[in-house]
């Protein structure tokens, strides 16, 4: 499976959900705000266009819970039918719909997801949004990395809820896990009833490779070794098997360092002759292979649901798409299945506290006519996914 990526706030426009208030209140880089962002809550079938002239065969995006919510426990059908349409829009072009249901965004009524019954609300609007589509969709992604959420959240405090409270910070891990769970069941008894084939039901996890600083000293692999626990294993493990595929997003390789604060966790930590993305960060697309490696004792199928580079210029992109596709290439000869590979993303977004600068785009996207124009490194990702192979020099 090939394909792109994006989430609803990110392209939509328009939301009115926790995102916007955090932008209201000045918390974005320039005090940006998502503004009506690509406008793909009208220009979808544009989106949907791209990723058909790139020859994809798969869309991976999300739904708002803001518009499908916007008051608590009630639902507006008109904002899910134009989630139906968006569906039905993919899948005219022979592309199969990847969807998410919570990426980052809530509703502002939420509060946040420390609070007690929130798991419940969230799996009340999971209940609905799959009792509609159901027919339509086979994969779906419940939560997209919820440990991030947490820990830029309730830990750094640079996203909603800005929460600086390591207590609440667990709670709302907890939360989130439980919501996971409920929704996998919730999702698989729809199927049931309706007597449709059983569905993908997985999670998006933030998953990196770790590597000690220094090989050779023994308190950088302790380091690593419990950083890697606590980032890339304690939160599945808290599923008990509850997920049929896994979405891996991958981004970086990290460093870890005894006692050293600011080498592990410092993605823009200097390593010299490693890349830089446009937001500085190292890209070592290396790394995806160990990170596919350690994933795969969990026994499910996996998806590469998020890999990308912020590259305006477009010089590192093909570049960095090959070195990943190469570190899939190997994972699968080691055999890992991974059934699939999603870049970050279709189009150029909202990128969170970053505003709009960072490009990830396979096509860029016109600030003010909205144009969608696809760039020179998404033909050679166009090539690969159509060929269904990688030449390799
Ligand atoms: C997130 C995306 C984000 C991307 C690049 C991922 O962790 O899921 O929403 O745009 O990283 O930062």
Redesign the pocket.
């Known amino acids: 499976m090939w394909g792109a990526s994006t989430?609803s706030h990110?392209i939509e426009g328009n939301n009115k959900n926790d995102w916007t208030l955090w932008e209201d209140a000045g918390h974005v880089v320039g005090n940006q705000r998502s503004g009506i962002a690509a406008d793909s809550w009208n220009l979808y079938k544009q989106d949907h266009q791209v990723a058909k002239d790139l020859k994809l065969n798969t869309y991976k995006f999300s739904i708002e819970w803001s518009r499908v919510e916007p008051q608590e426990g009630s639902f507006d059908k008109k904002a899910l039918d134009r989630y139906i349409d968006m569906v039905k829009s993919v899948k005219s072009l022979g592309i199969e719909p990847i969807v998410g249901l919570h990426?980052?965004t809530n509703p502002q009524w939420l509060a946040d997801w420390s609070h007690e019954g929130n798991a419940e609300k969230y799996a009340r609007y999971v209940d609905y949004v799959v009792e509609h589509l159901a027919e339509h969709v086979n994969f779906w992604f419940t939560i997209?990395?919820p440990v991030?959420q947490v820990i830029l959240g309730y830990e750094l405090n640079i996203w909603p809820p800005g929460n600086k409270n390591k207590p609440r910070g667990t709670k709302a891990f907890t939360n989130f896990s439980t919501a996971h769970k409920l929704a996998y069941k919730r999702v698989h008894k729809i199927y049931e009833t309706k007597k449709l084939a059983r569905p993908n039901v997985g999670i998006q996890l933030?998953l990196n490779n770790f590597v000690p600083s220094n090989r050779w000293n023994i308190l950088d692999q302790l380091v690593n070794y419990v950083v890697r626990r606590l980032k890339n294993h304690k939160f599945i493990k808290t599923l008990d098997h509850q997920y049929d595929i896994l979405g891996v997003?991958h981004?970086f390789t990290f460093r870890t360092k005894w006692y050293s604060p600011g080498s592990y966790s410092d993605i823009r930590y200097p390593i010299p002759g490693v890349v830089k993305s446009d937001m500085g960060w190292n890209v070592q697309p290396e790394g995806l292979y160990n990170t596919l490696i350690e994933m795969s004792k969990y026994g499910v199928p996996i998806m590469v649901a998020?890999s990308?580079i912020a590259d305006s210029k477009d010089d590192k992109r093909e570049w960095f798409i090959r070195e990943s596709l190469k570190s899939v290439a190997r994972a699968l000869q080691a055999g890992v299945n991974v059934i699939g590979y999603s870049y970050?993303?279709l189009i150029d977004n909202f990128?969170?506290a970053d505003g709009y600068e960072p490009k990830?785009g396979l096509a860029s996207v016109d600030p003010k006519t909205k144009k969608r124009v696809i760039r020179k490194s998404a033909r050679f990702y166009s090539k690969v996914a159509s060929s269904n192979s990688l030449e390799v020099d």
Do not use: D, L, T
């Open positions: 989430s990110q990426h980052f997209n990395e991030n933030a997003n981004y998020e990308g970050w993303s990128e969170w990830f």
